[in-house]
């Protein structure tokens, strides 16, 4: 084998998964947040799930994409552990048509499915039509890299030594470690199975010594899902681990039957003369047979990945931390945006009720006329400052990314709500501000004062409480009660100014406990004029993409 072959291995390697990341990226675009919702409804039940997870892994061609995707979705709170371990068994059947299709010598026309999707890319302005193109430009181009890496090996058939090696090892485990090691390095098993194919197809492999290589593959492309699950909660690290063991269990089970019955005889029997069906066909029924024979134990194999993976004790409040935006890194696009989305969702959330806590608090400061709990609210605004911070960093990150337009526009519109939450916590530390100078200057608001500042802070906590998250039935029942509330808190501000005006001219209230008062009230308005802010801004984030 010369240098040239080697270099042409690589180079049809490179197509090879270069294929697969454009079906990836295609079904991303064309699909956008809508994975989520796809997803949701085809994991109703195991059933559901396994189909599920075999028609998306088919489409894109990569059970390491689909596995990611998974571990990715069980991270964000997306998809429940139990879902996932259908959704995975459905992987491991969809990963086959690769090798079926490279059976049925469809890089025949690879060049052609090339051609035509690029041709859809440039020519064709509808961007549904060319993102669904990338899907079969990317077919096109992963066989066309299968062709070439078929083509270099024609000259390992005069290698004595490579033959040799190839056709003696007795021991299965030698086979199942260059299958598993060979598939970790390249993260795609897809490429390493037709690699086999291609070897075979020359005669230097027999189906007995290659059905080891192609069991140790299967655990091999688990790489991929633990490389991503690193820093991710522990409920994705479990997802990684029911993939290793749905491999694992199958490899020991279909090892055994290679040896104690003549299984790779009846394969060969099936499709004689032709190696690389031969090969596929026991990449199928390894598959299915360990789905059908693990499906009834699905929610037992989720248990176990508990026991072997416990919940950790969490970390303490007080440290400033992200909660649901985890590091989760991957060359693989697809389900990106919905979970990108998700994230964000669930930290803006999250930062929404530590506003609302500074605001209940600093309206009870000035209630009870003390600046105790200070330090607890002004650590709460920092926190709020440190979200606000840190949610924008990702969003502006993710932002350089391609993806859907309305992923696109969901994300900008998170970025404005960060924005309104973060003034808000800025005026609810104004009114602690009032309470901490009143109590210096020993300054009580009187009985019917109090009970004006009771129903202002019930009005903002509620207003607080109608833009709670975008994940509602109805945003325009939701902007129409905000709407409602900031002009109730409007027409609460003019009327409470009024009285203290009248009491301030009856003297009944001093100066500067009035001056207090209609600062509160100005930060009471602009509370209700964010919270509608945000109200608008979740609404034009569904009606711009409607």
């Known amino acids: 084998m010369e240098i040239s072959d080697i270099l042409i291995l690589l180079g049809g390697l490179a197509l090879f998964l270069y294929g697969m990341q454009m079906m990836s990226n295609g079904l991303e675009m064309a699909a956008g947040n809508k994975m989520k919702r796809i997803l949701e409804k085809l994991t109703a039940n195991r059933i559901k799930g396994v189909v599920a997870g075999a028609v998306i892994t088919a489409v894109i061609q990569s059970s390491s994409a689909t596995t990611v995707m998974v571990v990715g979705f069980v991270n964000s709170g997306l998809m429940t552990l139990n879902q996932a371990v259908w959704v995975i068994m459905g992987a491991n059947i969809g990963t ?148 290793l063991m749905f491999n694992i269990i199958g490899t020991i089970i279909f090892t055994v039957i290679c040896l104690v019955t003549p299984f790779t005889m009846l394969m060969e029997h099936i499709t004689p003369d032709n190696p690389v069906a031969q090969i596929a066909n026991v990449h199928t029924v390894f598959n299915i047979v360990t789905t059908l024979l693990l499906l009834p134990f699905g929610t037992y194999m989720a248990r176990l990945a508990e026991k072997i993976l416990p919940d950790k004790q969490s970390e303490q409040e007080e440290v400033l931390h992200l909660e649901y935006i985890q590091p989760f890194e991957s060359h693989y ?176 209230c001093i100066a500067d406990a009035g001056i207090f008062f209609s600062e509160m009230l100005t930060d009471f308005e602009r509370i209700g004029d964010h919270a509608l802010n945000i109200a608008e801004q979740y609404y034009g984030m569904l009606t711009r993409v409607v």
């Open 96 to 243: 086959t048509i690769t090798g079926q299709l490279i059976a049925l010598d469809i890089g025949v026309i690879a060049p052609l499915i090339a051609f035509l999707g690029v041709a859809t890319i440039l020519f064709v302005k509808n961007e549904k039509a060319k993102h669904i193109s990338e899907i079969f430009a990317g077919l096109g181009v992963l066989f066309i890299g299968m062709d070439m890496m078929g083509s270099a090996m024609v000259p390992l058939q005069n290698s004595e030594t490579f033959i040799h090696f190839m056709t003696t090892f007795s021991n299965p485990l030698i086979g199942i470690l260059i299958g598993a090691v060979f598939t970790a390095i390249i993260q795609s098993s897809s490429a390493s199975v037709g690699i086999l194919q291609a070897l075979a197809s020359t005669g230097m492999i027999p189906l007995s010594s290659a059905v080891y290589i192609l069991f140790g593959q299967n655990i091999g492309t688990c790489i991929t899902a633990v490389l991503a699950s690193i820093g991710t909660k522990v409920n994705a690290k479990r997802t990684t681990v029911i993939h």
């Open 333 to 508: 696009a697809m389900g990106q945006g919905a979970l990108v989305l998700t994230q964000i969702d669930h930290e803006v959330e999250r930062m929404r009720m530590i506003v609302r806590e500074t605001v209940s608090g600093s309206f009870d400061a000035v209630l009870h006329s003390t600046s105790q709990g200070k330090e607890e609210l002004e650590q709460k605004e920092e926190y709020i400052d440190y979200l606000n911070a840190e949610i924008s960093r990702y969003i502006v990150s993710v932002m350089h990314h391609e993806m859907a337009v309305e992923d696109s526009i969901k994300i900008s519109g998170y970025y404005k709500i960060l924005g309104n939450l973060e003034r808000i916590g800025d005026h609810a530390m104004n009114v602690l501000g009032y309470a901490v100078s009143m109590k210096k200057k020993e300054i009580v608001f009187s009985d019917q004062a109090k009970q004006e500042i009771m129903t202002m802070k019930e009005m903002s906590l509620r207003i607080l409480d109608d833009v709670a998250g975008s994940n509602v039935a109805d945003l325009k029942t939701m902007l129409e009660k905000t709407s409602r509330d900031e002009q109730k808190i409007d027409d609460i501000r003019n009327e409470y100014l009024t009285q203290q005006i009248e009491r301030i001219g009856k003297s009944e």
